[in-house]
């Protein structure tokens, strides 16, 4: 009987499975079972990366057996902001494991940038003058920066700025720099200063033309000097370079233009006594005017072109002027005085 009994029961103890399958459950058939039923969730990681989280969720798992289902995906990103870690098991698994990854994160300091030193270049103001305007800007605004982050080196207005902290901290005070870099901005002493660099930038840069000019304009004083001491020739090229170094500075000073204005003048006074000497009189008398001489037009003329050549800027004392503009008066006065002109 007890034999019978084992074996009836041995086939229950063996797939004990199949024995709810027979009977009709209070599921519909065909529903998946709990333990198959996965689900998939997301973590977010500020401060720890991903594969730190999966070691100690594994860890746990290993000495306590709390996430027996649990699947890792490590999926970083790049650019430096959230870490991605994916969670696939069962649903009460994946909502603890995530509750302790989020724990664990908030755990651990957030990553530090690392400092670096990094030059600020300078166009318009001086290393000195910048961190000053950068650091009454932070006051001013609350950045946080201090002055010890700033240096100037070597010291002196002509020093170079300097910036010591994080790649952030020196994206920001880049683009402060930018904005605060101009002339608007700069004092007499920073103008002087960004002259000066440029013109050491543009020395240095063409320093082969301008050496070429020095040494030819030295070489050309010396090949002077020796000439001008030359017995005989120095005689001659001391003469011919007085002569064209004369027409040089006539030119220079406007020679010619200053003759075709005392032309001008003197040919509008003789034009003027002219007219003036041919106007009758404001009698009732009936006779022509009798002819005026020569000599008292060109008297006349030289008034009027001396006020002319003293509204014009020339000194009508100067002799060399006044001769000028007598013959010049002289002339205009005979060819109005010709038949048919002024008389």
């Known amino acids: 009987m007890r034999e019978m009994i084992g074996l009836i029961l041995l086939p229950l103890l063996i797939f004990p499975a199949m024995a709810p399958a027979a009977e009709p459950g209070e599921g519909m058939p065909g529903e998946p079972v709990a333990v198959f039923d996965r689900t998939v969730a997301l973590v977010s990681l500020r401060n720890t990366p991903p594969a730190q ?15 027996p289902s649990i699947q890792f995906l490590e999926l970083p990103v790049s650019g430096g902001g959230e870490e991605l870690l994916f969670l696939r098991g069962r649903k009460e698994e994946v909502e603890e494991a995530v509750r302790i990854a989020e724990a664990m994160d908030r755990l651990y300091p957030p990553p530090s940038d690392p400092a670096l030193l990094a030059p600020v270049p ?33 010291p002196g207005p002509n020093g170079s700025l300097f910036f010591y902290g994080s790649a952030a901290e020196a994206g920001q005070v880049q683009e402060l720099k930018t904005e605060l870099d101009r002339p608007r ?11 000066y660099r440029e013109f050491r930038n543009d020395l240095a840069a063409h ?12 070489i050309l004083l010396c090949l002077h000097f020796l000439l001008g001491r030359l017995p005989w020739l120095g005689r001659k090229y001391r003469s011919w370079f007085t002569l064209i170094w004369t027409r040089l500075i006539h030119d220079v000073r406007g020679r010619d233009f200053a003759y075709e204005v005392i032309k001008n003048l003197a040919e509008a006074a003789a034009a003027a006594a002219v007219e003036q000497s041919s106007r009758r009189p404001l009698s009732g008398a009936a006779s022509p ?12 003329a030289m008034a009027i072109a001396r006020d002319l050549l003293a509204f014009r800027g020339f000194d009508p004392d100067d002799p060399e002027l006044i001769r ?13 005085r010709r038949p048919g002109r002024g008389e």
């Not at 007499?188 to 002259?195: E, K, N």
């Not at 320093?207 to 030295?218: K, Q």
């Not at 005017?289 to 006349?300: D, F, G, L």
């Open 53 to 67: 989280i999966r070691e100690n969720l594994a860890l746990l798992n290993r000495n306590w057996g709390i996430f």
């Open 122 to 154: 300078l166009v318009h103001l001086g290393g000195r003058s910048m961190r000053e305007k950068l650091l009454s800007l932070a006051r001013a605004s609350g950045l946080g920066l201090d002055p010890a982050q700033f240096l100037v080196f070597p």
């Open 185 to 195: 901005h700069g004092s007499p002493v920073d103008l002087f200063s960004g002259f």
């Open 207 to 218: 320093f082969i033309t301008v050496a070429t000019y020095a040494a030819s304009a030295l």
């Open 289 to 300: 005017a009798p002819p005026v001489a020569p000599e008292t037009q060109k008297s006349r």
């Open 324 to 336: 000028i503009t007598s013959d010049l008066v002289e002339s205009a006065v005979c060819r109005l």
